[in-house]
Structure formats: C-alpha cells, structure tokens
C-alpha cells in the first residue's frame, strides 16, 4: 500500500488551523457565557426584569468545544455570563475540558446549587475560583434583593464546601465573595468580614449597580447619591485597611464616578467574552442577548437608565465562534481598532469619546464604577 494522499482542500484547511493556533490572542481570562438560564430572580437583574422575552439558552458542548483550541495564551476561563452556570448540565465537561488544557477555571453563582454532591465534583476537579454574589449580610436584607437564592441555605452550603475542602485537604475552590453595594444594603457591609472570615472566603470584590434597567433603582446606585459620596468612600477604605488583619483581600469599585476616564472596568483590551450563542463581545454589557428574543423581533428596544437618560440597549458582536475562530476575530480590523480606543494617550479625549460606540460611552464601567 503506497503512501496515504491528504487533498489538497484538507492539507490547507489544516494548515490554516495550525497557524491560527499560533496567532492566538495572549488574554488575561476568556469570559464564556454557559447558560442564560437562571433559578433566581433577583429585583435589578435583566434576567428579571426582562423576563417576558428574555432568551434562556444553554450553550451546547459542541458550540464550546469550538473555543478550545485557541485558548493557548489564556491562564483563565471564566464560566460565566446572565445566568447560573451549574444550571448547563454540561457544566462540569466544560469545566474538565479547560483543566485538561491546564487552564484555571472560574465561575461565580448564586449559591443555591451547591449540594454535596455538587460541592465534591468543585473539590475533586479541581475548581480553582467560585465566586457567590450576595446583596446583603442577612437574610432580610440578601433575600429582598436576590430573590430565590436565601441567604441561609448559601452561608449553609459555603460552611459544607469549607469543612469538605478540610477533609480533603484541599484549597480549591477559592471562594470569593461579590457583594453587589446599594443605597440600602450599604451598611450591612461592615460585617462582610466575618461573614467571608466564617466561610472561608479569600477575596470580598464591592461593585456598583451600573446595568439599571428598572429606571426605580437608579437612587440605589450609591454613585448618585451625590451627598454620600465621602461616607461611602471612608467605609470602603475603612473595610480594605481591616481586610488585611483578616488574612482576606478587598477590592472596590467607585464610589465615586470620573467623567474623565477613557479606561474600562471590564479590561476589554486585553480579555473577551464568548456568550451563549457564540458571539464574541467585549464584555457582557455589551451581549446581545440583552437585547431580548421578542424585543428584537417585534422592533421594540429595551431601555437603560444611565444619568437620568434612557438609553436603548444595544448589542456589539465582532464574530461568532460558530462561524470562525477565536484568533481571527481577535484580529479583526474593527476589533482591533475598537480596543486601540482604550489604549491611554494614544489620542485626544475629544476624538476618542467621538469614536466609542454608544454602548461604552453610555456605560458606568467607562466612568470608573
């Protein structure tokens, strides 16, 4: 039997694989978006208030396989997007798959989830980061905000994660806590060191409420209290100097807004997000799925409150996995310049702020909170 012929149509196919793997974007963390599906329904979340055509979706195994080979350059794989990840029940494959590639693995949930069984499939992997939101250190507080995800039942599970991880001498998963900061769930975050101190948690990330699609929460953004803005600024310092004592990190956000800023929170030059349907975009205020199934269909945006405006959601998508590689997207000319656009000093905040899609200029993560 004489030599094996490879066609000519498959030996360049496999080339240009071979030479997309090489160009692979060096990236901070790849962000994937496993599932829109969510068993919560807290009050600011879109999934929430959007609920009458919100898009529940699971991203499909095959549909992420897509991502693997070009995931060279990336340490980190975050799963996750606007839904709760353990949900997708092909989660742990997903999971397996980046680990496989010697990749770390995040995702953060809602905490209502996390059974024994699950807990031990987290350890024995193992997953190297779960974070677990919170609106409040108690009950009465957490649960008005995040309803269906009982603040008991989660400090429950997080204790059982804490005692599995001992009894298998384990430090993984590293569990960090994001405490969403409102107007009224502000004070309860002078207990949030005990509160992660007791569960074990390593990291305390305090973010802002800066997606507002209920225009009745915009007065729960601290960033608008305007004669709170030092109180707020104290407390927050007070909880980071305090962090350290605790053997715990703590990072924040804001509180105050700078109209000044060309950076991004979301840290687009160097990091993407695949979501649920392929699409690579630069953060996930910018997915389309936010857009809504019916909204998109019938015509009808679905608004925002930014500074007493309300602004029409609008999605941004530079490619699809589907469709193309990672690699190529990445280096798409309306990408490429998209990015250069953060890029400190290269221009005039004049011309920069002219060229940013509506989406970024019209963003609170733009403005530092």
């Not at 309803?147 to 430090?171: F, Q, T």
């Amino acid at each position: 039997m004489g030599p094996r012929v490879v066609p000519v149509s498959g030996m360049f196919h496999w080339l240009t694989r071979q030479l997309d793997k090489i160009g692979s974007p060096t990236l901070d963390w790849v962000q994937v978006e496993v599932t829109t599906h969510c068993n919560a329904s807290c009050i600011y979340c879109p999934h929430t208030i959007m609920k009458n055509h919100w898009p529940n979706r699971h991203m499909s195994m095959e549909l992420f396989s897509e991502l693997m080979p070009f995931l060279k350059y990336t340490d980190l794989v975050f799963l996750q997007g606007w839904g709760e990840p353990l949900l997708n029940r092909d989660f742990f494959d997903m999971a397996r798959a980046c680990k496989d590639r010697r990749k770390q693995v995040g995702f953060t949930t809602n905490g209502t989830l996390l059974t024994e069984e699950t807990i031990e499939r987290l350890i024995d992997l193992p997953l190297d980061i779960m974070g677990v939101s919170l609106a409040g250190t108690t009950a009465k507080t957490h649960n008005r905000f995040r309803n269906g995800a009982d603040l008991n039942k989660v400090i429950s599970s997080l204790l059982l994660l804490d005692r599995m991880k001992a009894e298998k001498k384990s430090d993984k998963p590293e569990v960090h806590l994001a405490y969403l900061m409102l107007r009224s769930n502000f004070r309860e975050l002078d207990d949030i060191l005990p509160l992660a101190k007791s569960v074990g948690a390593k990291q305390v990330i305090a973010s802002n409420l800066t997606f507002i699609v209920d225009p009745e929460l915009f007065g729960e953004a601290i960033f608008n209290d305007t004669d709170g803005g030092d109180y707020y600024r104290m407390a927050l310092e007070r909880t980071k100097d305090q962090a350290p004592d605790e053997d715990i990190i703590f990072e924040y956000h804001g509180p105050y807004l700078d109209h000044s800023s060309l950076s991004c929170r979301e840290n687009v030059r160097h990091a993407c997000v695949v979501n649920v349907e392929g699409d690579v975009v630069p953060c996930v205020l910018t997915n389309p799925v936010l857009c809504g199934n019916k909204a998109r269909s019938y015509g009808e945006p679905t608004y925002y409150a930014f500074e007493h405006q309300l602004p029409p959601i609008r999605g941004m998508s530079f490619g699809n996995i589907g469709h193309e590689n990672l690699t190529r997207i990445w280096n798409k000319e309306d990408y490429v310049h998209f990015r250069k656009l953060f890029v400190p000093h290269t221009s005039s905040k004049r011309d920069t702020l002219h060229e940013l899609p509506p989406c970024c200029l019209q963003c609170y993560k733009r403005l530092g909170a």
